[in-house]
């Protein structure tokens, strides 16, 4: 590995965003509900009580703010009490159980449903035919006037950063559910871009060996390892297109008009990762067909050689083949130099063969 592709490694090391677990009002581990929290005027409001249920009573009752619910894979009986509380569609409730859905968002009975797909680069020393280079997992979200439930399956995604980030601007977060899901949809993408340029690294890395002197033909199963990591990300990434299109333009009403603009930003950068993937994509094949030319004019060369030295065996082969080589003097037949004769002329016959195989790049 290079010294730059160790310095990009060692960067992401560093800034790769951690979960503060610390924080007050997160759930011991171990528990699908990861925060519960009432925002009023963008601000944390204290709530009377732990429950859901007690804070969504909190914030009808006043009438102002809502309810931003976080859960890490729930299991189906505790989604569906939440389902109750909040009215969620049960085809919606299916689907963020079970996970394993394509990126959208559906509108049921005046609630959005959103599923977005999280990536995750995983660090390697060197891409191999057997590496995980982007690990996936799921993230969905329930928005309706008075409430977000956001639920992630996987081991990584987490939105503790997220809330902590918009909670530090509460003019943002003042404009009501449809601001979080803004913040959701745009914190991953940015993962999307964050994945698209560390794999570019190994991209690097796979065609400097490919046009290098010491190239391995084993390099197409990393190059076929690539790609596939690639359409794993592509799947992530391309599907999610068209939802987030339609949230910038189509007007939605539980999406605040100020926030479809935030979501025209969040289209773009999706647009250039999406044109990044495919890019990635394009130059895999390239490399994939200039490695598989090298390897046929190895074959090649391999193939020359062989036919180079059959060409100079068949030299003693024919004229050993002509006598049988039982001498006695021979040839004609009983000639005192023939033994050694038939030798030299082999030999300088063998000699002059492999010159001019040599000459013309064949040994």
Not at 139 to 145: D, N, R, S
Not at 209 to 222: H, I, M, N, T, Y
Not at 330 to 357: D, K, N, Q, S
């Amino acid at each position: 590995m290079s010294v730059i592709q160790r310095l990009r490694t060692a960067v992401r090391r560093t800034y790769r965003r951690t979960v503060d677990l610390s924080h007050p009002a997160r759930s011991p581990l171990g528990s699908a509900v990861v925060n519960c929290v009432v925002y009023a005027d963008g601000v944390r409001r204290t709530v009377r009580g732990t429950t859901a249920e007690d804070a969504l009573r909190h914030v009808r009752r006043s009438g102002d703010g809502f309810v931003w619910i976080g859960l890490h894979e729930p299991a189906e009986k505790e989604l569906t009490v939440l389902a109750e509380l909040f009215g969620l569609h049960p085809l919606a409730v299916e689907d963020a159980v079970h996970a394993h859905q394509r990126p959208k968002v559906e509108e049921y009975d005046g609630v959005l449903f959103a599923v977005l797909k999280t990536v995750r680069y995983v660090e390697h020393e060197e891409l191999t035919a057997t590496s995980e280079v982007v690990d996936t997992g799921e993230l969905m979200a329930f928005v309706g006037p008075d409430f977000v439930i956001t639920i992630r399956h996987g081991g990584h995604g987490s939105l503790g950063p997220l809330r902590e980030a918009l909670e530090a601007v509460p003019e943002q977060l003042a404009k009501g559910p449809s601001a979080v899901l803004h913040a959701v949809a745009d914190h991953v993408v940015d993962d999307y871009l964050a994945v698209a340029d560390a794999v570019q690294t190994d991209l690097d890395a796979i065609e400097n060996a490919v046009f290098s002197d010491q190239a391995d033909r084993g390099d197409a199963g990393r190059i076929y390892q690539l790609k596939r990591e690639l359409l794993e990300l592509r799947r992530a990434v391309a599907p999610l297109a068209r939802p987030l299109t339609e949230l910038a333009t189509r007007p939605v009403p539980l999406i605040d008009p100020e926030i479809r603009a935030y979501f025209r930003d969040v289209t773009d950068h999706l647009a250039r990762v999406t044109e990044q993937v495919a890019s990635y994509d394009t130059l895999l094949d390239s490399v994939l067909q200039a490695h598989l030319a090298q390897v046929t004019v190895a074959q090649n060369e391999d193939m020359r050689k062989i036919t180079a030295w059959a060409a100079i065996v068949a030299v003693p082969t024919m004229v050993c083949g002509v006598y049988g080589m039982n001498f006695e003097h021979m040839p004609e037949l009983r000639w005192t130099y023939g033994y050694p004769v038939v030798l030299g002329v082999i030999a300088v016959a063998c000699y002059v063969i492999h010159r001019g195989f040599r000459r013309n790049g064949w040994l």
